[in-house]
T-cell receptor
């Protein structure tokens, strides 16, 4: 199946600093990429949807100035957590979607996640 | 807003037995459903999917059943193995084709397999 990578896999930073997380589709071109946040023992919550070359669409309650998303190419999307605070500590997961008109599936392929800890 | 939920938050089964994980969805417009498996510290892994014009789909050791009448989805795992221990999420996509491709995830069920 299609592979999505994330970098870094984990990061620890000081409060007030910014952190960038990369999401790459390794063997396919992703028409759309998604960013999720997952707190311990909870489900995945969609933060934003991004299409290559256009502005991301953020879910209600997600601050677009705090969570900057750049989808510069069909294989790379980045999420930057600006001025991170301890409450931003979470597991951030990206997914990528490759739509195939002839395929049954319309699935999203998920990255391995990035554990962010803000001290 | 509408959401996808689960009946059982935890499920313990004996190795070799069959497992059934249930999911209730509330968005009647949803026409594509996916089951994901998530192991600790990892991203979700695709298991099986189904479209609303089907009521059953089988994979290797897994079967997904869809009952649109009562908006219920289930995942059956045959001959459950220790490696099946994980959290299982159902997800729905209310739109297909051009348009929104967002997934709404259920709360998750933790499956523990007893050796």
């Amino acid at each position: 199946g299609a592979v999505v990578s994330q970098h870094p896999s984990w990061v620890i930073c000081k409060s007030g600093t910014s952190v960038k997380i990369e999401c790459r589709s390794l063997d396919f071109q992703a028409t759309t990429m998604f960013w999720y946040r997952q707190f311990p023992k909870q489900s995945l919550m969609l933060m934003a949807t991004s299409n290559e070359g256009s502005k991301a669409t953020y879910e209600q309650g997600v601050e677009k100035d705090k969570f900057l998303i750049n989808h510069a190419s069909l294989t790379l999307s980045t999420l930057t957590v600006t001025s991170a605070h301890p409450e931003d500590s979470s597991f951030y997961i990206c997914s990528a979607r490759e739509y195939q008109t002839s395929s049954f599936s319309d699935e999203q392929f998920f990255g391995p996640g990035t554990r962010l800890t803000v001290l | 807003g509408e959401s996808v939920g689960l009946h059982l938050p935890t499920l313990s089964v004996q190795e070799g037995d069959n497992s059934i994980i249930n999911c209730a969805y509330s968005n009647s417009a949803s026409d594509y459903f996916i089951w994901y498996k998530q192991e600790s510290g990892k991203g979700p892994q695709f298991i099986i999917d189904i479209r609303s014009n089907m009521d059953k789909r089988q994979g290797q050791r897994v079967t997904v059943l869809l009952n649109k009448t009562v908006k219920h989805l289930s995942l059956q795992i045959a001959a459950t193995q220790p490696g099946d221990s994980a959290v299982y999420f159902c997800a729905e996509n209310p739109f297909s084709g051009a348009g929104s491709y967002q997934l709404t995830f259920g709360k998750g069920t933790k499956l523990s397999v007893i050796p």
